[in-house]
Each structure stands twice: as structure tokens, then as C-alpha cells.
């Protein structure tokens, strides 16, 4: 099993992209779930996250501009994103800290997974 990102690309500033996150089970439930990201040379870092309640939380940097969303159905977690700015650029990351799913043996749980990533360009 495991997390894979798309939706990167290249955009314009002040463009608009969305990222999708499927995990490649069916997901039963999950605690939170998470997008990250990296500059290039910089540290991975928090963009925003949801928990499985639907609780979202958003680094400052991002709020307003930024939406997380998940559709239990398609096993798929978003971040949509407007208003992009050059400093957004990087790749973006997709973490679940523990999610149930269901597995050819019956439910089981997935601990601590991260997607590959998927890249972000922002530039005229």
C-alpha cells in the first residue's frame, strides 16, 4: 500500500493548482493526514492537515489561500491552492500518521506513510 501526490505542475503567480493524494487502499478511517512542504535547500514543512472528523488546521503562511479537504470514497486527500506565490515552490508532500484500510486479511492499520511527493513550480 501506500500515498501517492499528483497535480503538480507549473503555474503562473497568482495561478491556482490542486494536489490529490490517493492511497492505493481502501481507507476505513484515518487519525490525520497531512500535505508538507519542501523548498528547495529548506526543511519539509507543515502546509495543512485534517483530521478524520474533518478538523483542518493551516500554517499561517498559507491560510486563506490554501484548502485541505478529504473525499473518503475516492481514498483521496486534496490541497487546493490559490494566490500562489514564487515562495510556495517546491515539492509537496503527503503524509498519514495512521490510517485503517482494508486489506485481503481484514482491517489493518497503515502507521507513519509518506508519499513521494510531487513537484510545484511557481514563475512567469
Known amino acids: 500500500v501506500q500515498l501517492v501526490e499528483s497535480g503538480g505542475g507549473l503555474v503562473q503567480p497568482g495561478g491556482s493548482l490542486r494536489l490529490s493524494c490517493t492511497f492505493s487502499g481502501r481507507i476505513i478511517s484515518f487519525n490525520t493526514m497531512s500535505w508538507h512542504h519542501q523548498a528547495p535547500g529548506k526543511q519539509r514543512e507543515l502546509v495543512a492537515s485534517?483530521?478524520?472528523?474533518?478538523?483542518?488546521n493551516y500554517a499561517d503562511s498559507v491560510k486563506g489561500r490554501f484548502t485541505i479537504s478529504a473525499d473518503n470514497a475516492q481514498n483521496t486527500v486534496y490541497l487546493q491552492m490559490s494566490s500562489l506565490k514564487p515562495e510556495d515552490a517546491g515539492r509537496y508532500f503527503c503524509?498519514?500518521?495512521?490510517?485503517?484500510?482494508?486489506?485481503?486479511?481484514?482491517?489493518?492499520?497503515?502507521?507513519?506513510?509518506w508519499g513521494e511527493g510531487t513537484p510545484v513550480t511557481v514563475s512567469s
Open positions: 503524509h498519514s500518521d495512521r490510517l485503517l484500510f482494508e486489506s485481503t486479511s481484514g482491517p489493518r492499520w497503515a502507521v507513519d506513510y
Open positions: 485534517i483530521t478524520g472528523t474533518g478538523y483542518t
